[in-house]
């Protein structure tokens, strides 16, 4: 009788210990991880803010219905990016007032004319930006000719 299959046996215990605490650690992280993914998309979902690009215009839309528009101001920064600031404030007696601000900045993707942004502001209160795209100059698709020049008189070319 050989002692081989007893040894890896043994030898086997520690590692199968092992394996199954790995696997209960998994299941516990998976079981933490859970909840968390099913609530990112509904933090998504209730942002107070909105980028829309496509192929004629960049749009930022946030929800700023608790500001009035005299409180909202927007900016450029950089030449290449814009501020939106909101400022409230509301005054009640000598024991305190309440406020609200909010500052967002948008960095603006190459290729959008921030020289002709506009924005608007609905009666719900939805801030609308929106920057165009530049238009590119279009590429001729005909043929041309291109002339040779030819520079006479110069000395050590041949």
Known sequence: MSLSPFFFREMMKPLRLIENQMRLADQVFESLAAPTFRIVPQLRETSNEYVVQDKEKLQIKLDVQEFKPEEISIKTINGNAIEIQAKHEEKHNDKGFISREFVRRFVLPEGHDIKKM??????????????????????ETGEKTIPITHEEGKSGDK
């Open 118 to 139: 506009v924005s608007s502001l609905s009666q719900s209160g939805l801030l609308t930006i929106t920057a165009p795209k530049i238009n590119p100059e279009p590429i």
